[in-house]
């Protein structure tokens, strides 16, 4: 059932699928007996395609798993009118098509048997062994007798779970939706639409995730046609009233100047789909004549892929933002192949896709074309992959199955587990991260270092209290992009917990069911009682003896002196802060005071630019001084009481002291202190820093007054 691309000048735009007929089959299926030596003719069709594909596969297995499914389903109906056997024989032949190995197209046979017959699954695994039992264990449901509303999502779950263990669960399940949409055509309008959110919401993403675009692109335009009827007609009439298709001229010319390079390559016509053809109207407003398909160039190795790439863009005029490569840098999905657009003859612009052979059936069948990845032949590449973290990064088991593999644990309410399901979904782009161990971490697009955190350390990240980036502090809140190297910090003590505000950074399902159900054990992290603690509470500030940042400095005060050239009062600017020995200048403001800057305040640098006349001034003879630090920190529980004990060490005294609130687990306090020695402040300021949780100490740089 791959997407079939046509030749150029071939005048249809849609995609032709051999569809059998099922009447037909149906009939057949109901004959007597079939000699032992012969294959029933029912399964003539999968039997076709599955050799064209596996030419020396043993089809005794099919044969048998055919005549149980017959016998079992024999005298059902489908409510579309067909003998019941017609549907297991249709998803059977999706997959054959595909690529699929036998034991999947037994399982696909078999799959509806336990579900609706009397087989039992013992009975499956008895005659076909314990590898067909657990794909067809996978994908039965579970019984709405027993489960109630919670059947449809457990089911779900139930598959996702043996899916974790072996990804032909899923490639089946996908099967199975296909054929029954394009049989929804009888059943009630209000339970197509239902059928077609959860297809559209689970299903196809899923399809996306494991790379099968031939089974997303069709099931995305039957979930189109159900849910918007009027854009899929008015599409449709679209595709259906095109003129002549501009790309068959640029085709023979890209196909004449391969020939030229001597690069062996089939180039062909490859028609959008109608969703896309949508989205692309949607996008630029109007339908250009090359907007109805794309260039698809198969060649016979990677390195090909660069050399068409290099004669196209020398030979046409490349739209260098179309560009991409994914054979470099393959999708998460398993897609591989180069991206690019050129400009033809006439200035139509044509969308070119280049990939290998092998590349384009990967491509549309994702991991059913990959066979059975579980088989020997396969089992050294399988280990080769598997990285030190333990999670396999072969296909059988993509980093994204992992992680919601691990998360639906904690989800163990239906409701959780189905909104969570389909909000994960929805995120159709991952980055991948590195660990300052040389590890990586696989996360969706837009994902935070909370994300990261509870990545690497699952509860264990409720301790951390922030996050270097690429070497580089970093709040939680941070958006991490692809190739980052992300290093969560983690509290010492164990008294520390995520913030409600985490949950506003929060991407993952396995962040946001971990820090709320921390948050629900600990309601006291909700009422933002005072403390200095990491669970978005603010410390208690002391009563401020002085909320001028740095204040007025006058002879005599005890603070340290400025003199200035002229008469009148002299006062420090708050500022820059300046003590002893800064390089000081001094302008004059309103009321005839003299404010002193350090020579390289922006303030003091502007006032010069606009032709404002310095004052000269110098130090005093005071040792003493008053200066405004700031210091930047995680926050934790005694952080406050640490920070003054190491002011008081060094023989300063706090003369004001403002604690702001916590944000994303970064907390700044600012104290004014009075200094006995202006030659202590270096000393102070390391002491500072030395705090634990205290990552840096500046000296306060407040925006200037109106002068």
Avoid at 336 to 349: C, I, Y
Avoid at 431 to 457: E, K, M, W
Avoid at 576 to 595: E, K, M, N, S
Avoid at 658 to 686: C, F, I, K, N
Wanted: net charge negative; glycine share 10%.
């Amino acid at each position: 059932m791959s997407a079939e691309a046509a030749k150029p000048g071939v005048p249809t735009r849609r995609r032709g699928r051999p569809r059998i007929d099922l009447r037909r089959l149906g009939r057949v299926a109901l004959l007597g007996a079939v000699p032992r030596d012969r294959l029933p003719a029912a399964i003539g069709h999968v039997v076709e395609a599955h050799r064209a594909r596996h030419p020396d596969a043993d089809l005794s297995l099919l044969h048998r798993a055919y005549v149980l499914a017959e016998s079992s389903h024999r005298g059902q109906m489908r409510k579309s009118g067909e003998p019941y056997i017609t549907h297991p024989l249709a998803v059977t032949l999706i997959l054959a098509e595909l690529g699929a190995e036998t034991t999947t197209l037994t399982a696909s046979l078999l799959h509806d048997t336990v579900e609706d017959t009397d087989v039992t699954l013992d009975q499956v695994r008895e005659q076909f062994g314990e590898e067909v039992g657990y794909l067809v264990d996978g994908v039965t449901k579970l019984e709405k007798v027993d489960y109630g509303a919670a059947a449809e999502p457990e089911t779900f779950r139930k598959m996702l779970v043996a899916t974790g263990d072996d990804v032909r669960v899923m490639s089946i399940k996908l099967a199975d939706r296909l054929h029954n949409m394009r049989t929804l055509g009888v059943m009630r309008p209000e339970k197509q639409a239902r059928i077609a959110k959860v297809t559209r919401d689970v299903l196809i993403p899923l399809a996306e995730r494991l790379g099968v675009q031939a089974l997303k692109t069709e099931l995305e335009d039957l979930v189109f046609a159900i849910l918007h009827p009027e854009e899929y007609e008015r599409t449709r009439a679209l595709i259906a009233a095109a003129g002549p298709d501009p790309l068959a001229g640029i085709a023979e010319n890209v196909a004449a100047v391969l020939r030229e390079a001597g690069i062996p390559a089939d180039v062909l016509i490859r028609p959008r789909h109608h969703l896309s053809v949508h989205r692309v109207r949607i996008k630029r407003g109007e339908l250009r004549g090359t907007d109805f398909g794309r260039l698809l160039v198969l060649v016979g190795e990677d390195a090909d892929c660069y050399a068409v790439l290099g004669e196209l863009h020398t030979c046409f005029t490349p739209v260098i933002s179309e560009f991409k490569d994914f054979v470099a840098a393959p999708k998460f999905n398993l897609y591989q192949s180069l991206h690019t657009a050129v400009v033809g003859p006439e200035g139509a612009v044509a969308e070119v896709l280049i990939r290998t052979h092998r590349m384009h059936r990967v491509a549309e069948a994702g991991v059913i074309a990959l066979g059975n990845p579980y088989a020997a032949d396969h089992g050294s590449a399988a280990q080769a992959a598997e990285p030190a973290d333990g999670e396999r990064a072969d296909p059988t088991r993509p980093g994204w199955l992992s992680r919601l593999l691990q998360w639906q644990q904690s989800a163990p309410d239906p409701d959780t587990f189905w909104t969570t399901l389909r909000a994960d979904l929805a995120e159709d782009r991952e980055i991948t991260v590195f660990r300052t161990d040389g590890g990586t971490l696989g996360l969706p697009a837009g994902a935070s270092c909370v994300d990261a955190a509870y990545a690497q350390y699952g509860d264990g990240a409720h301790d951390c209290i922030g996050a270097r980036v690429n070497g580089r502090l970093a709040t939680l809140g941070t958006v991490l992009n692809d190739g980052d190297t992300v290093q969560p910090l983690l509290a010492e003590d164990a008294g520390s917990g995520p913030s409600p505000a985490w949950l506003d950074h929060a991407r993952t399902p396995a962040a946001r069911i971990s820090i709320t159900g921390w948050l629900d054990a600990h309601p006291e992290a909700l009422q933002g009682p005072h403390g200095s603690g990491p669970a978005g509470t603010r410390p208690e500030p002391q009563p401020q003896a002085d909320t001028a940042a740095g204040g007025d400095h006058r002879p005599g005060s005890g603070a340290t002196s400025a003199v200035a050239d002229r008469p009148g009062a002299v006062r420090l600017a708050g500022c820059c802060t300046p003590v002893p020995p800064d390089d000081i200048t001094g302008f004059l403001v309103r009321g005839g005071v003299v404010t002193v800057h350090r020579r390289e305040c922006p303030a003091a640098v502007r006032m010069r630019s606009t032709g404002r006349a310095p004052v000269g001034v110098s130090w005093g003879e005071a040792a003493g001084c008053r200066v405004t630090l700031t210091a930047e920190s995680f926050g934790r529980p005694g952080l406050l009481a640490d920070l003054t004990e190491a002011i008081a060490t060094a023989g300063a005294a706090v003369v004001s002291a403002t604690v702001e609130p916590p944000s994303e687990q970064r907390v700044r306090h600012t104290y004014t202190l009075q200094l006995p020695d202006a030659a202590g402040l270096p000393a102070l300021m390391r002491a500072m820093r030395d705090v634990p949780g205290v990552y840096d100490v500046n000296r306060a740089r407040h925006p200037a007054a109106a002068l």
